[in-house]
């Protein structure tokens, strides 16, 4: 799980912006928010250009160098922070595995271009490289012993290099490493508004309809969208080039899904074909939704957050403008974080006071309790 990112000279983020996700309290309700004593389950707020998008953005930046997942990089423009004249980023996340620790740091110079990565477990260096310095990086990995350690100019992380050129010995550490390199694969980020963009988690783009259809899974969707109060009947026909085109039935004729449903309700139907993968059991392993409920009702809202807890092995963080899911019936005070352009804390971590169960944390927050 990811515990910890610390971002400088990113975007809107100048040093040392911390997002922890470690810091919990010993709230006694919806303990499964958290897991491990890392909230696994997160809602964020923040005013337009707080930089909650950034947020995303910042902690997705490794599957650029890690995987060979979907990257958009328009999202990557515009790189650096404006307000300094620095010519390096820095990332430095730490994640973990049972009681095991694994720190990740490294600086850029630009999206694609890496200088210096270093790798950590449990305190112990298992990975290093300074391309400023050298092109020879170090590893203490079990197995790797007679491999290559010159990489030249190449700009491949040392972590593909490693996973991808030696069979490493069975033991702990490369066990963590490799869990490591599992869970940022798993990883996906999708943004409700922003069509079918995305990051992470697999190559290159699906139809949404062709997905439902082609998995079998209409029925399902006419069911999703019946619970969310859309009330309607669904089939599918092959189109003019031979993709699955979805149709309202109504009584007299079929109309297209796309012709005629609301915002709210291609919505939706985003956020089904990514739930589809969501319910296979660990094959998510983090998901960010930005805006995830820009176009719904609040009391739908709840609905899909309750939703997401349900999915015990996947990390869910969310951002919103939406106070109405601000209670202690959905998640608890040290899940819920407010975000500025150089901070962020839970609302947990915003006051002195006792926060109880039956306080009703959205009124405290409307009313300014946690700034």
């Not at 170090?138 to 996973?163: F, H, M, Q, V």
């Not at 082609?214 to 599918?236: P, Q, R, Y």
Request: glycine fraction near 4%.
């Amino acid at each position: 799980m990811l515990a910890k990112i610390e971002i400088s000279n990113f975007k809107n983020f100048k040093e040392n912006f911390v997002f922890d996700l470690s810091n919990t309290s010993s709230f006694s309700f919806n303990q499964e928010c958290i897991k491990n004593k890392i909230v696994n389950k997160a809602i964020v707020y923040g005013h337009n250009g707080s930089g909650k998008s950034n947020l995303g953005f910042a902690i997705f930046d490794l599957i650029s160098h890690i995987t060979d997942k979907e990257i958009v990089q328009d999202y990557y423009k515009n790189y650096f922070n404006a307000d300094l004249n620095e010519t390096k980023s820095k990332f430095s996340f730490e994640f973990r595995f049972d009681k095991n620790i694994l720190e990740y740091s490294y600086t850029k110079s630009d999206y694609q271009t890496l200088i210096s990565e270093e790798l950590k477990i449990n305190g112990k260096e298992y990975l290093y490289i300074d391309r400023e310095k050298s092109s020879i990086f170090r590893t203490s990995a079990k197995g790797a012993k007679s491999l290559k350690k010159d990489i030249g100019d190449s700009n491949i992380s040392i972590i593909n290099y490693l996973s991808k050129n030696t069979i490493l010995d069975d033991n702990k550490d490369n066990n963590i490493f490799f869990k490591f390199k599992e869970f940022v694969n798993k990883m996906l980020y999708f943004k409700d508004v922003d069509g079918r963009n995305f990051l992470g988690l697999e190559q290159g783009g699906h139809s949404i309809f062709d997905d439902i259809v082609e998995l079998n899974n209409l029925k399902d969707f006419e069911k999703f969208l019946n619970d969310a109060g859309i009330i309607c009947k669904l089939v599918s026909k092959k189109g003019y080039e031979s993709n699955n085109v979805v149709y309202f039935k109504f009584k007299k004729k079929e109309v297209v899904f796309s012709e005629i449903a609301s915002s709210g309700t291609k919505a939706l139907a985003l956020f089904y074909f990514w739930y589809q993968r969501l319910k296979e059991e660990n094959s998510v392993s983090f998901l960010f939704i930005d805006e995830f409920d820009a176009f719904y009702h609040h009391s739908l809202s709840k609905t899909l957050v309750e939703k997401l807890k349900e999915l015990e092995n996947t990390q869910v963080i969310l951002t919103t403008h939406n106070t109405s899911i601000i209670s202690n019936e959905i998640l608890r005070p040290d899940c819920y974080f407010l975000m500025y352009p150089d901070r962020i804390t839970s609302l947990a971590k915003s006051t002195t006071k006792e926060l109880r169960e039956a306080h009703n944390i959205e009124k405290m927050y409307r009313a300014g309790f946690f700034e």
